[in-house]
T-cell receptor, first 109, second 116 residues
Framework: AQRVTQPEKLLSVFKGAPVELKCNYS??????LFWYVQYSRQRLQLLLR??SRESIKGFTADLNKGETSFHLKKPFAQEEDSAMYYC???????????FGTGTKLQVIP | EPEVTQTPSHQVTQMGQEVILRCVPI?????FYWYRQILGQKVEFLVS????????KSEIFDDQFSVERPDGSNFTLKIRSTKLEDSAMYFC??????????????FGEGSRLTVL
């Protein structure tokens, strides 16, 4: 069975400080991993996906298969980064996307 | 930009009543999902739907739940006899097809269900 673990419910950082939101997964196949974000009063939306190795809004995430991790990082937090962040694992095919419990990022001005 | 739309945004119902939550997925999407989020808890998968049938469902999705795509545009979730523990935010999502490059899920804003 697939599982996504986000150990931190809340992460508070000061503006300008580095951010790392942790995500670990458990899956026997080849994982497809995503980060979704939910800003206040907005819908869940895709932030980034591991395959594209892109930086979105200054965030990056690297898939580490050895450690089964997909941590989300940003070198300098901004106030507008405050939101709920969900790590998600897609097992592909017709199957579900499994979400982690989410981490609330609070950037303190 | 096309969006997934959900109605109602909030529904209050009495325990034991039937509820239908409606979703209009993005028009060229082929895969449809319902998720729910109980207040303060994780986003939980309920069911996925493709080619007019359920492709996967979770243990939450018992006989009280059903889904339908009656007219090629709406995608509905029915709860036959609501229980207090069904109180949650229900999210509809759709995507073109799975895969890293195309597998982005597009979510609706959610329907908040309150069962009294």
């Amino acid at each position: 069975a697939q599982r996504v673990t986000q150990p931190e419910k809340l992460l508070s950082v000061f503006k300008g400080a580095p951010v790392e939101l942790k995500c670990n997964y458990s899956y026997s196949g080849s994982p497809e991993l995503f980060w979704y974000v939910q800003y206040s009063r907005q819908r869940l939306q895709l932030l980034l996906r591991h395959i594209s190795r892109e930086s979105i809004k200054g965030f990056t995430a690297d898939l580490n298969k050895g450690e089964t991790s997909f941590h989300l990082k940003k070198p300098f937090a901004q106030e507008e980064d405050s939101a709920m962040y969900y790590c998600a694992l897609d097992s592909g095919g017709y199957q579900k996307v499994t979400f982690g419990t989410g981490t609330k990022l609070q950037v303190i001005p | 930009e096309p969006e997934v739309t959900q109605t109602p945004s909030h529904q209050v119902t009495q325990m034991g009543q039937e509820v239908i939550l409606r979703c209009v997925p993005i028009s060229n999407h082929l895969y449809f999902y319902w998720y729910r989020q109980i207040l303060g808890q994780k986003v939980e998968f309920l069911v996925s739907f493709y080619n007019n049938e359920i492709s996967e469902k979770s243990e939450i999705f018992d006989d009280q739940f059903s889904v339908e795509r009656p007219d090629g545009s709406n995608f509905t979730l029915k709860i036959r006899s609501t229980k207090l523990e069904d109180s949650a935010m229900y999210f509809c999502a759709s995507r073109k097809r799975p895969g890293q490059h195309t597998g982005e899920l597009f979510f609706g804003e959610g329907s908040r269900l309150t069962v009294l």
